[in-house]
């Protein structure tokens, strides 16, 4: 008999990818989605496996509704990616994030617990957690010290689940991911930004574009990789909680800088601080800016994990480069870009 596992935020990038994954392997996909929610399905509609999930109303606000989805789908594993993941409106709806990032996870645990606790859970935690980092690169032990209502929301629901593994011998697992990008990221996300505005400005659509903090590193990786390893820690004999990394470091300049030799820009920098422009040398034309407004009140300067546990106990390890990377994302915003102009 098939497997059944049960996504919460299936309509996000890495929802999307997991439910690929997860068909391919022969299981029954059940997505959750919250019923105030206008339900878009455009990424797993690139993906061409919208026919073949099971969408299901699910409120993670609502205890009830969890216990009422977990009795009626017997699920044997879950995987909750479901969250407000943008750092940033974290700080403008603190309250919300709490809850949804953190309390809705006791929930779902609580539910577990009570309905059948041999189901597998696995918990979406984040390198946001180690927010102003302790040590480098970051591991499993490594002090955390989120810096957004984001980050503390996650850790509080990585440590609860955690306990409900320890205390009531749940087979409950964290995977620590640092960035993961794809063609399906949002908008709202600083690479998919960066990749769409060039995209823009390549069909003449866009003049050139706002951004932060130039200086921020980052460690990016492909999200189809990371769900591989996300799915395999459910495979294992005991629960554990991992880094999900590619052990480099690239700073928001130097995305920027890869994006644009992609398309055969030269870009050099003019200026410093909010005062700094990117320009086209061949046209002299200026097509990144900075905009304070795009700084974080608290800032996270500088992530980059080590996936060493990882390799070791799950045998996982990236496969896709950064160059590869963006150049997948940058193809994508092309042919989006070359549709809407049609």
Sequence with gaps: MAKKALITGITGQDGAYLAQLLLAKGYKVHGAYRRSSTLNLWRLQELGIADD???????????????????RLAPDEIYNLAAQSFVAASFDQPVYTGDIDGLSVTRLLETIRSVDPHIRYYQASTSEMFGKVRASPQNESTPFYPRSPYGVAKLYAHWITINYRESYNLYACSGILFNHESPLRGLEFVTRKITSSF????????????????????????????????????????????????????????????????????????????????????????????????????????????????????????????????????????????????
């Design 53 to 71: 999930v099971d969408l299901v109303c699910m409120e993670l606000t609502d205890q009830s509704s969890i216990q009422n989805a977990l009795h």
């Design 199 to 342: 995209a823009a400005i390549h069909h003449g659509a866009l003049d050139c574009m706002e951004l932060g903090n130039l200086d921020a590193r980052r460690d990016w990786g492909f999200a189809g990789d990371y769900v591989e390893g996300v799915w395999n820690m459910l495979q294992q004999k005991t629960a554990d909680d991992y880094v999900l990394s590619t052990g480099t470091a690239t700073t928001i300049r130097e995305f920027v800088e890869l994006t644009a030799k992609t398309l055969g820009i030269d870009l050099v920098w003019k200026g410093e601080g909010i005062s700094e422009t990117g320009l086209d040398r061949k046209t002299g034309k200026v097509r990144v800016t900075i905009n304070p407004h795009h700084y974080r009140p608290a800032e996270v300067d500088f992530l980059v994990g080590d996936p060493s546990k990882a390799a070791k106990n799950l045998g996982w390890k990236h496969k896709v480069a950064l160059p590869q990377l963006v150049e997948m994302m940058l193809e994508a915003d092309l042919r989006r870009q070359a549709k809407a102009a049609a």
